[in-house]
């Protein structure tokens, strides 16, 4: 069982930065493949960004590609999504999801999800 804790989400105006952290506890984080995904009001979950257990692969979406870094430390089994850039589209709650399958996570399906932070990006 993995345990997964979103922080760092808030209020931020078009430009801006933040840095969403999402803490792990349980089994064996580093051996698990970490994801974000996000959800907007009146839409699906959609894919964010993932990174695979060596942290030496990492995967974006097209809306988040040169924006958006993840980036994972696995001593203190947390995973980062530093966000830059941000726009109004951005605004969503942010979820943290884990697996030990790389496919699972960017496919949505992965086992293990946090209960989301919300990022607001005023225009």
């Known amino acids: 069982q993995v345990q997964l804790v979103e922080s760092g989400g808030g209020l931020v105006q078009t430009g801006g930065s933040l840095r969403l952290s999402c803490a792990a506890s349980g089994r064996t984080f580093s051996s698990y493949t970490m994801g974000w995904f996000r959800q907007a009001p009146g839409k699906g979950r959609e894919f964010v960004a993932a990174?695979?257990?060596?942290?030496?692969?990492?995967t974006y979406a097209d809306s988040v590609q040169g924006r958006f870094t993840i980036s994972r430390d696995n001593a203190k089994n947390i995973v980062y999504l530093q966000m830059n850039s941000l726009k109004p589209e951005d605004t969503a709650v942010y979820y943290c999801?884990?697996?030990?399958?790389?496919?699972?996570?960017?496919?949505?399906?992965?086992?293990?999800w946090g209960q989301g932070t919300q990022v607001a990006v005023s225009s």
């Open positions: 999801a884990a697996n030990t399958s790389t496919r699972a996570v960017l496919s949505g399906t992965g086992d293990y």
């Open positions: 990174i695979r257990w060596s942290s030496l692969v990492a």
